[in-house]
């Protein structure tokens, strides 16, 4: 899909290129990590070939700009239009229209209401589904970042913890929406394997859809593990190492 769109004649794309990074290239590690399990003590052999490739696709976590700082990217970038879109609110006497959609989109949020939010259109009538889990994603994922920038505003920076929930759900999103493009295409054009990416398509919009509400469900006991998480990390860098001493009692 990214490539389409820089055929188009799209710009704008520095979001999508980091996504499909990150996704690619831990997609490849768990494939061949999965390969050597499924293989046993086989898969260490020179002859397999596996072994050789695990070592190779490792690197590309790491190559082209880390995972770890990809999602920092990815996220912030994210951010930074909806914050585009939340300084705008800031002057409602300027900018009347987006208020008033910002306004009734949270209300029907509160009541339980879809915002109109829909892929169905886009997708073709067998996955129907899909389009609708797609949605639902999207939909999500905008009013959680939006209740992240006015929650944190510009200390959203600094909450790495939060930020990558926020990327991992964004890459799922992206995933699921290229799938569907994918799938759809194949169904349009009769294609030999339609059937079966549309299958592939349903069961990774499924799982999917998990994923993303779990990374985005922040509540209360979350955001007290993530302060745990930074005293944990304060505490080993401090003292050099863990402090714990093993085993207890000599």
Not at 26 to 47: N, R, S
Not at 178 to 195: C, D, G, I, K
Not at 240 to 249: I, K, V
Request: aromatic share 8%.
């Amino acid at each position: 899909m990214i490539s389409a769109n820089m055929d188009q004649g799209s710009l704008d794309f520095e979001i999508e290129a980091a996504i499909s990074k990150v996704y690619a290239s831990e997609a490849a590690w768990a494939c061949t990590d999965e390969a050597i399990q499924i293989l046993g003590g086989m898969g260490y052999m020179k002859e397999c070939g596996l072994e050789r490739v695990m070592r190779d696709i490792r690197i590309f976590r790491i190559f082209e700009g880390t995972n770890d700082i990809l999602r920092l990217l990815i996220a912030g970038q994210g951010l930074r239009y909806a914050g585009q879109f939340m300084k705008a609110l800031q002057n409602p006497a300027a900018n009347i229209g987006a208020v008033a959609a910002f306004a009734s989109k949270r209300a029907k949020k509160s009541l339980g209401l879809s915002t109109g939010v829909s892929l169905a259109e886009f997708a073709h009538p067998t996955l129907k589904q899909a389009a609708a889990q797609t949605s639902a994603a999207v939909e999500a994922f905008g009013f959680a970042t939006e209740d992240c920038l006015m929650k944190h505003g510009k200390n959203l920076a600094a909450e790495q913890f939060l930020l990558k929930r926020i990327a991992d759900a964004a890459i799922d999103v992206y995933a699921m929406v290229v799938t569907l493009s994918r799938a759809s295409r194949a169904l349009e054009q009769n294609s030999p394997t339609a059937a079966y990416e549309a299958l592939m398509c349903s069961t990774y919009c499924d799982e999917a859809l998990d994923r993303v509400k779990i990374a985005l469900a922040v509540s209360s006991r979350q955001r007290q593990l993530f302060k745990n998480y930074a005293a944990i990390s304060n505490e080993v860098i401090n003292h050099g190492g863990a402090q714990q001493q093993n085993p207890l009692g000599f």
